[in-house]
């Protein structure tokens, strides 16, 4: 199998949460596993040395795509990413075992898909599922979801027993290959947090490429969501990129980004 994974992860202070889901140490043995530091971590460095895990601990406070982009750039020069490769930007609080990721790996070149995203659960019984598949949104979906009266947007996973093309997914968890994350220019820097996911998926269908939902492979998410205290910084990025990705769907907007070319 001459095509690879590489993992992504952006941790905000999340080193004790990493180290005690143990999810990336396991990983790392398999797969090259690169992790940005986004703050300052005593001891969090320590952890990913004795474990191999590469890291970037530079350029703090950036939001989630910038750093993102910033470890693919790191991929394809100091560890020679491929266009046939791929890249598995993944949350810290996301547990997947190496024997799926390695499943996920051999569906996606069996079956020729250029991104996808697997079965999210947020519980260990995997009973739960974590609402990360869905369709594209409009502004009526945003405002019912703020004001309690539901997500119209959310697929029912449940009923979805094969693999399936979705609208998009949330970023806990895409693996993309690297040519098209390169020809994407990867996320749009100019949303600092919230819907940069989106607007990635968004930006993917338009290119031509589909985006593909295996419920097979499964993983957990211990997510929490703090977008909805109307007086929190949180609410106010999810505004601010709210309304981005809408203005985006309607006129053409350049997107900023610092994703090279892979060579």
């Known amino acids: 199998m001459s095509n690879r994974i590489f993992v992504s992860v952006v941790s905000h202070g999340h080193g004790r949460l990493i180290e005690k889901i143990g999810s990336l140490e396991a990983l790392s043995g398999s797969f090259t ?29 950036q939001g989630f795509g910038e750093n993102n982009n910033q470890i693919f750039n790191y991929l394809t020069q100091e560890h020679n990413i491929d266009r046939d490769d791929y890249i598995l930007l993944l949350n810290p609080d996301v547990n997947i075992s190496v024997d799926e990721v390695t499943k996920l790996l051999e569906l996606v070149i069996l079956n020729k898909y ?24 409009k502004l009526f979906d945003f405002i019912s979801s703020f004001l309690g009266f539901g997500n119209p947007t959310i697929l029912d996973k449940s009923s979805i027993s094969k693999n399936t093309v979705i609208d998009w997914c ?21 949303y600092f947090m919230y819907c940069e996911d989106l607007d990635l998926c968004y930006r993917l269908k338009n290119s031509g490429s589909d985006l593909i939902f295996i419920p097979s492979v ?46």
């Not at 006129?251 to 090279?260: A, R």
Request: charged fraction near 30%.
């Open 33 to 61: 596993t690169v992790v940005k530091l986004n703050k300052g971590e005593f001891g969090f460095r320590e952890y990913l040395e004795s474990n191999s895990i590469s890291y970037i601990d530079e350029n703090y406070y």
């Open 114 to 137: 250029k991104a996808a995203t697997v079965n999210l659960f947020r519980d260990d019984e995997f009973t739960d599922y974590d609402p990360a598949v869905r369709k594209y949104p």
């Open 170 to 190: 949330a970023g806990s968890f895409i693996l993309i290959r690297a040519d098209l994350y390169s020809s994407l220019r990867g996320f749009d820097e100019k």
């Open 218 to 263: 499964k993983a957990i998410h211990y997510g929490k969501h703090g977008s909805r205290n109307i007086f929190s910084k949180h609410f106010y990025w999810h505004v601010k990129s709210i309304f981005r990705f809408l203005v985006s769907t309607k006129f053409k907007v350049s997107v900023k980004s610092s994703v090279g070319e892979i060579k």
